[in-house]
């Protein structure tokens, strides 16, 4: 998968599910502080990932994870793996 | 001292209407709220009659994450007592910081649990399931969405007693309050509706199979009964020390006088006269009125063949042949966890507003509801004080009486 169909996806369910405007989606924007997540959203970022990405994300993954490009970064990494 | 008991909210939302001014037309005009489900037939019921209310969309009013823990019970439960909460003059700053308890009746979460058992048996994954469900699962759902949302800071219990559960959660609350525990307690009832809920109560035989006359089917104390319709959605009422009520200048609905309740100790499903009795004439005692004061009963009549049967013997032991009676289970069916506390919200709506709301499909007495005054249509009546029934599975009986309140 390209990595600009990724960020497409990725926006698009991001957006949908955490009910934030799909414009605040941004590259360099802080991933947790931009969805306000708490720890059941983990929960739930990682139901989603498995449904629209293909793959289940550790804990150990997010990690690495702060900002949005973190996050396709680490996207990119596992669908190389799967 | 023991407190005086008022109640100063009420919601609803039902099969016969989603608020209170639906509710009293359709109470007022006799309307069903009985349809005819196809997927119930399709899922191997026996009967696919059903009271039926839609999933209301709440993101209007809550937060992503206040919705996720949410199936039909607490939906249905958040509408009823956003109502009530609104018409008592509450809102959530106030309930944050003046102690406010909530028991809620309700005894099942079938549809929820169904649903994530599905997810497991596909993904194979409980991990996948996500952050919701567990909310939904437990039985208290309607407990712990509530309190959460509304910041209650009071006693927070749930309330399951089968078909007495609505009713019993207003009883219990009733005693909290005036033994001056609690100032206020939002108290009410919830029951889903979805074809996982009621599939093993359809397969005991007890529903109405008329399924060519839905609005014909529920017919309480009528002779040609064939067994009841179930139904659901949520009923809420907050009730109050009067102190509180007046301190805060509250609307007062009326005020609870009387709560008697006992256990059958008998059959799991079958009624009993004896436990009824005693149930009734706990809550005259309570209160302290005669049998003659009480100017309407609402009927716990589900219209099955033996609950009404002994119902209506009972009712003619204690009160006579006199005394006003309805089932507004007639038009709602059988609202089950819900229906103690949504008959309380129908009869208050018909004390405040001077009517009986009519015992529709009640055609021919049998030889046992001809001993009582069944009323089968609208009829204009000043009610000061009335008693609402509740029985349920396993023999558990609750009597509720509340008065037209007078400083």
Redesign the interface.
């Given at each position: 998968m390209e990595r600009s169909e990724i960020i497409t996806i990725t926006k698009k369910f991001l957006s949908e599910?955490?009910?934030v405007d799909i414009d605040t989606i941004k590259d360099n924007e802080n991933l947790r502080e931009t969805l306000d997540l708490?720890s059941?959203?983990y929960?739930?970022l990682?139901?989603l990932i498995?449904e629209n990405l293909g793959f289940?994300p550790t804990a150990e993954d997010f990690k690495t994870v702060e900002t949005f490009d973190d996050f396709y970064n680490l996207v990119e990494q596992k669908l190389m793996n799967v | 001292m023991e407190n005086r008991v008022v109640i100063t909210g009420v919601g609803i939302y039902s099969c016969i209407g989603e608020n209170l001014t639906e509710v009293l037309d359709s109470l007022k005009n006799g309307k069903s709220g009985i349809i005819y489900d196809a997927i119930r037939n399709d899922f191997g019921y026996r009967s696919s009659l059903t009271g039926f209310v839609k999933d209301p969309d709440l993101k209007p009013f809550l937060?992503?994450?206040e919705r996720?823990g949410m199936h039909q019970p607490a939906m249905f439960a958040y509408m009823s007592t956003k109502e009530a909460l609104e018409n008592s003059n509450l809102d959530v700053d106030f309930l944050d910081k003046n102690e406010t308890g909530i028991i809620f009746g309700n005894d099942s979460t079938a549809g929820a649990v169904i649903e994530t058992i599905d997810k497991v048996r596909e993904k194979k994954?409980t991990?996948?399931?996500?952050?919701?469900d567990i909310f939904q699962n437990m039985n208290c759902t309607v407990n712990m969405n509530l309190s959460t949302i509304y910041k209650l800071k009071g006693i927070n219990i749930t309330l399951s007693a089968a078909c007495a559960s609505g009713s019993h959660s207003i009883g219990m609350g009733y005693l909290l309050i005036k033994q001056g525990l609690q100032e206020r307690v939002i108290c009410g009832g919830a029951q889903e509706i979805n074809i996982f809920a009621m599939g093993s109560f359809d397969g005991l035989g007890a529903f109405s199979i008329k399924q060519d006359q839905p609005h014909n089917a529920s017919r309480p104390f009528d002779r040609d009964r064939d067994g009841l319709v179930p139904s659901g959605g949520a009923a809420t009422v907050i009730i109050e020390s009067l102190e509180s009520a007046l301190k805060r200048n509250a609307p007062i609905y009326g005020e609870v006088v009387g709560y008697g309740f006992s256990s059958n100790g008998d059959h799991i499903s079958n009624p009993n006269f004896d436990g009824q009795y005693r149930s009734l004439n706990m809550s005259l005692k309570l209160a302290g009125v005669s049998p003659s004061e009480i100017d309407y009963i609402n009927a716990h009549a589900t219209s099955t063949i033996v609950g009404d049967k002994t119902e209506a013997q009972v009712i003619a032991e204690v009160f006579g042949s006199k005394i006003p009676v309805s089932s507004t289970k007639s038009m709602t069916g059988h609202e089950c966890w819900m229906a103690g506390a949504s008959e309380i919200v129908y009869s208050l709506l018909m004390m405040n507003n001077d009517f009986i709301a009519p015992n529709i499909n009640f055609e021919n007495p049998d030889e046992d509801s001809q001993k009582i005054n069944v009323v089968p249509e609208y009829r204009e009546k000043k009610i000061d004080c009335f008693l609402s029934n509740s029985f349920g599975f396993g023999g558990t009986n609750s009597s509720l009486i509340i008065k037209k309140y007078k400083p």
């Open positions: 599910e955490f009910e708490d059941l959203d929960v739930d990682v139901v498995e289940k | 937060s992503r994450r996720m994954d991990t996948l399931i996500g952050s919701g």
